[in-house]
C-alpha cells in the first residue's frame, strides 16, 4: 500500500538516517529536497512522514550566481532507479524466481531510455550487492553505449551497491 504524501511534506527514510521536504511525486517515488541541497529520488514504500522535522525549503542551500561572470549554474537533474525486485513490482512474489533477472533487465533499459529522451544528466542504478549478475548484465549493457561514463558507488548510503551513470551531451 502506497503512502499518501503530498509536495512540502516532511519525510523521513525508515532504514536511513537522511530527511528532506517532498519536492515532487511520481508514481511510487518521492523527490526529496535533503537540508543539505540535494535531493533523492525515494520508493514512497521507503518514507514516514516527520512533522517534527525542523527544516524548509527557504533553509536549504541555493545555488547560487557567480558574481564575477554572472552565470547561473544549471542543477544538474538526476534520476535514480532501485532494480530490487521489491521495489519495481508490487506482486514480485508471484514472479517466477527464473525471470527476475530479466524484468529487472527490462525496467534499467526502460529507465535508460527515458532518462535519454528527457535528456537527464545522471542516473543512479541500484543494482545490490548479491552475485553481482545484475551489476555485471548492466555493465555489459552499458559497454556498446558511447557518450556515457560509469562510476561505482563506494561511498555513502550505497557501498558497492549501485554505479552511476552520466550522460554526456555535446552542446
Not at 511534506?9 to 523527490?31: C, L, M, N, Y
Not at 532501485?82 to 533487465?105: A, G, Y
Not at 545484475?134 to 548510503?157: A, D, P, V, Y
Amino acid at each position: 500500500m502506497l503512502k499518501n504524501f503530498k509536495l512540502g511534506d516532511k519525510v523521513r527514510w525508515v532504514d536511513q538516517p537522511w530527511s528532506g521536504i517532498v519536492k515532487e511525486i511520481t508514481g511510487s517515488r518521492a523527490h526529496v529536497l535533503l537540508y543539505d541541497g540535494f535531493t533523492e529520488w525515494v520508493q514512497i514504500n521507503k518514507l514516514t512522514r516527520d512533522d517534527d522535522l525542523e527544516i524548509s525549503f527557504d533553509e536549504a542551500p541555493k545555488l547560487e550566481k557567480n558574481k564575477e561572470e554572472h552565470l547561473e549554474l544549471r542543477q544538474i537533474r538526476s534520476e535514480e532507479i532501485d532494480l530490487h525486485i521489491e521495489n519495481l513490482f508490487v506482486h514480485w512474489k508471484s514472479i517466477p524466481t527464473s525471470t527476475i533477472l530479466e524484468r529487472q533487465i527490462q525496467a534499467f533499459n526502460e529507465e535508460f531510455q527515458a532518462c535519454l529522451r528527457k535528456k537527464i544528466d545522471e542516473l543512479i542504478v541500484i543494482h545490490g550487492k548479491g552475485s553481482g549478475v545484475l551489476k555485471r548484465n548492466i555493465q555489459e549493457i552499458l559497454s556498446s553505449r558511447s557518450n556515457i561514463s560509469i562510476e561505482e558507488m563506494n561511498h555513502g548510503k550505497y557501498k558497492q551497491a549501485a554505479i552511476k551513470i552520466f550522460f554526456h551531451r555535446h552542446l
